[in-house]
């Protein structure tokens, strides 16, 4: 069913549909028991009825248009799957429809935040050997004044994260939140920042 795009569905069943539904088009709540019934051209209908709606909740709520396009597709396959769940007596076939797609769509959103959370939750919790091996090398062979010379070496970004962790005390997870950056993203200038400054620490000594 779903092989086909709209414009191709379309035109395909508006013959049939224009013998069934006659003067008036037919409710969604009509397309939507008839699709029960199995018949494709209420369902293709219904489809073009309800497709605007459900992918723009679905926007609203993912904020990201492919993502949202996905989620939709789902909505209506899930809307042509269960259709026999529908009753009218407990609201309508739009509602029904709606309801369908803000789950779905809370359901992507929340899927999608609790992968960056574990994503997040393991690079802090990470160690780092060269970060904890020049630090302390760093605090018990060198002098100050040339940690301050070699940190002028480094890129900005390397500069702020390398000082927020060593001289701050902080941890990755609040680096990247002072640095509106992310966690792997500080966790590497943070690496590669203490790598640079090792080097121009070993050549001062």
Same mark, same amino acid.
């Not at 191709?8 to 008036?24: F, H, I, K, W, Y």
């Not at 609201?91 to 359901?107: E, K, L, M, Q």
């Given at each position: 069913?779903f092989?086909?795009?709209p414009?191709?569905?379309? #035109?395909?069943?508006? %013959?049939r549909?224009?013998v069934?539904?006659?003067?008036?088009?037919?409710? *969604?709540? *009509?397309l939507l028991?008839?699709? *029960?019934?199995?018949?494709?051209?209420?369902f293709?209908?219904l489809?073009?009825?309800?497709?605007g709606r459900?992918?723009?909740?679905?926007?609203?709520?993912? #904020?990201d248009p492919?993502?949202?396009?996905?989620?939709?597709q789902?909505?209506?396959?899930?809307?042509?799957?269960t259709?026999?769940?529908f009753?009218e &007596?407990?609201?309508?076939a739009? +509602?029904?429809?709606t309801t369908?797609? &803000?789950?779905?769509?809370?359901?992507?959103?929340?899927?999608?935040?609790?992968?960056?959370d574990?994503?997040?939750r393991?690079? $802090?919790?990470?160690?780092? %050997?060269e970060?904890?091996q020049?630090?302390?090398? +760093? *605090?018990?062979r060198?002098? &100050?004044?040339?940690? #301050?010379?070699c940190?002028?070496?480094l890129?900005?970004l390397q500069?702020? $994260?390398?000082?927020?962790?060593?001289?701050?005390g &902080?941890?990755?997870r609040?680096?990247?939140t002072l640095l509106?950056a992310a966690?792997?993203t500080?966790k590497?200038r943070? #690496?590669?920042?203490l790598v640079k400054?090792?080097?121009c620490?070993?050549?001062a000594?």
């Amino acid at each position: 069913m779903f092989d086909q795009g709209p414009e191709a569905r379309r #035109r395909q069943d508006q %013959p049939r549909l224009s013998v069934v539904a006659g003067a008036e088009p037919a409710t *969604a709540e *009509a397309l939507l028991h008839r699709t *029960a019934l199995g018949e494709d051209d209420a369902f293709a209908a219904l489809y073009d009825l309800m497709s605007g709606r459900v992918y723009g909740l679905c926007l609203r709520i993912v #904020r990201d248009p492919a993502q949202a396009e996905e989620v939709a597709q789902e909505v209506l396959v899930e809307v042509w799957r269960t259709a026999t769940r529908f009753d009218e &007596h407990r609201g309508s076939a739009s +509602a029904w429809i709606t309801t369908i797609a &803000h789950r779905r769509a809370v359901d992507r959103v929340r899927s999608a935040q609790a992968a960056g959370d574990r994503e997040r939750r393991a690079a $802090a919790e990470s160690v780092e %050997p060269e970060y904890d091996q020049v630090a302390e090398a +760093a *605090a018990g062979r060198l002098e &100050h004044r040339q940690v #301050r010379r070699c940190l002028k070496t480094l890129t900005e970004l390397q500069r702020q $994260a390398v000082t927020l962790a060593y001289y701050g005390g &902080h941890t990755y997870r609040q680096v990247a939140t002072l640095l509106d950056a992310a966690v792997p993203t500080v966790k590497s200038r943070i #690496r590669d920042g203490l790598v640079k400054l090792r080097d121009c620490l070993e050549v001062a000594r």
